[in-house]
DNA sequence: CGCATCTCCAACGTTGGAGTTGGTAATTCG
DNA sequence: CGAATTACCAACTCCAACGTTGGAGATGCG
């Protein structure tokens, strides 16, 4: 049988990411990450290097698939409900990459690909203020910590997913469409000018 | 020498919840929390049982501790920003609190103190609705999901502090007059009637 | 084929950390 | 005082998980 090398390391990878995922990088073992590929675990080590290096493989993985799928700014902000609305799909269809980069956060040290991930909150940041400008958005509130609030707002259903269910008594997927209406209309309440709503 | 068995079991509690909330609990070593207490290993395991058991401990009384700061329900909400704001000066005087709840939604399992809490938010929920029956407050918004969406808007900030310098460029201490105000506005447009506003 | 190189793995050495124990000093009570 | 109880700790056991190794099969090349 011929080698399959790519295959091996693709499943490996998987594996990786999925087990990082849900016990993060403390709670994963290299053996359990193997026997979920079916692969030794000797070909962890060979092709990743040692723990730290797979967790920041597997990252950097994820958050290049984030870049792709990320449409470019530019979009106008007279529905900014949606903009909510579409940071709250995306995080509830990529909880692995939701719950790695907050592992990372809580990990001290500066979050990777700082210079990058500045430049284009900045990019936000400017948009929002011209729309307030444009009378489009509600100037009432600070552009940058308009778009902080505003990522928080459908971020938050996710960051503390046992208090959310303590307080709604709905589990996230039976919740999705009255959670996602909330942060809507809560988007728009905070951003659009009175008259507008 | 008297004995100071509490003396001993505050120090190695509050090592305990700078250890946790630093390094979660998976990262946190029990050697570790009683070198920085300065107290023998053998006393944790004695006064708080095993680690699992300590974690909860240490969570359950920063809940208590929260609770107890929050004003009890009854209050007008007509302040509702002022709730919002105390909220947000609970968090930045206890910042281990939102890391500690970010670690418990992260790990798999049960949350701790389940029942009390959910109690104390449906205290919450249930006051907010009556204000929204009286018309105190707007009933846009389900009042579950309006009490969530308020302790996020504050409680946010806390969590991913990276993501506010980069958006805000400024420090948490610098900013932290100009953040509250956010927090204070925000609630304000979310909960209140348009004409309260 | 003979040799080098690559893929793969079972079994191993080692370490770090959870939890325990046996013993000593302080305190209380009769 | 003396016995019982309690607070305390140094040193220990044990295990889980990281990372390695020596060797066995598969492939390629001259």
Same mark, same amino acid.
Do not use: A, N
């Given at each position: 049988m011929a080698w399959d090398t790519e295959g091996t390391r693709r499943r490996l990878k998987e594996a990786a990411t999925a087990e990082f995922a849900s016990r993060g990088p403390d709670g994963t073992t290299m053996a359990r990450i193997a026997e979920r590929a079916g692969i030794n675990k000797e070909r962890l080590y060979r092709y990743f290097g040692d723990k730290q290096a797979l967790f920041e493989s597997v990252l950097t993985d994820e958050l290049a698939k984030l870049a792709a799928a990320t449409p470019p700014p530019g979009g106008s902000f007279a529905d900014i409900g949606e903009f909510a609305g579409q940071t709250f799909d995306y995080h509830a269809s990529h909880p692995e990459l939701a719950r790695l980069l907050q592992w990372e956060g809580l990990a001290s040290g500066t979050p990777v690909d700082q210079a990058n991930r500045t430049a284009h909150y900045q990019d936000k940041v400017r948009a929002v203020a011209a729309a307030q400008r444009d009378g489009v !958005? *509600? @100037? *009432? !509130? @600070?552009p940058a910590q308009l778009v902080f609030t505003l990522i928080g707002l459908a971020a938050w259903w996710f960051s503390v997913p046992q208090i959310a269910k303590m307080l709604t008594g709905a589990d996230a997927e039976d919740d999705y469409a009255r959670r996602r209406a909330c942060v809507v209309r809560a988007a728009q309440r905070l951003a659009l000018p009175p008259g507008r709503l």
């Open positions: !958005l *509600d @100037d *009432d !509130l @600070d």
